[in-house]
């Protein structure tokens, strides 16, 4: 078994809108039906933003939350990290929004995109810093305000995506538990399975991008589900490899809410009973980087991880990217 850095999880927080959107309400808008958005993904629901809100504004209630589990306040955190790929400006960084918001003067605070990997790679940056004493605190946030770049006329990719934040305080602890180890991966190749193509330097925003379209998330849906079959259930068993443990060890397997046959085919793959997985995608679909840490803080509200239980965040997304982080609870 690895030892733990010392880098620990001190509270989480999520905070999703309250606007539901159903599969019955996207039945009037596209060529689909409930059963269809169900037996393929597993989503039954998700949250959308209500008109004049912004990711920063999803962050700021998530943190608000995890600063208040982890009992401490925001002028004591020394670094802000915010995964996401639907900030509120090219810049400045939603993460410096955020930290004049909370009051977290003189932090260091930046944006990090790695799209639905995003949050776990802010955990390893921020494991980093904190393991080297280069910071005492820090909070990394997930947050998305998907709904503003989905394309609601395209019936394959609109059922997909929903609004919402996690975070977690991350603090360093002399006692033998936290993050064991962290893996980051990317693989640029397929940066088109899954990409916003208009509004950046490449293609910057014009009547004829925006008349095409191209400011909205265009996917490649069947390429994508095969790299994330193999790729959740790579990262799976190199954790469980890496750590010499049984599968029995594992008290929870926390994902990328995704895809709901995605997640079965990795449960199988290492004969993980489907109660040690927990599955929120019903409830919220996809929401990127916020998909992670909204999972792990309402597996620890409801009780689900207790001290000294192995706890595995998994997830992969567009870049291509992927990431892992395993935890002593």
Known sequence: MLKPTGVTFAGTGSFVPEK???NQDLEKMVDTSDEWIRTRTGIKERRLISDGAATSDLAYEASRRALEAAKIKPEDLDLIIVGTITPDYFFPSTACILQNRLGANGSGAFDLLAACSGFI???SAASEYLARGSCKTALIVGAEALSTFTDYTDRGSCVLFGDGAGAAVLVKTDEPRGVLYTTLGAD????EYMILPAGGSRLPASHQTVDRRLHYMKIR?????KFAVTKMQDLLVEAIERLEIAVNDIALVIPHQVNIRILDAAAKKIHLPKEKMYINIDRYGNTSAASVPIALDEANREGRLSPGDIVIL???GGGLTWASAVIRW
């Open 221 to 225: 849906g069947r390429e994508t589900f």
């Open 20 to 22: 539901i959107m159903s």
């Open 188 to 191: 640029g190749s397929g940066a």
């Open 314 to 316: 998994v997830a992969f």
């Open 121 to 123: 790679y802010g955990v």
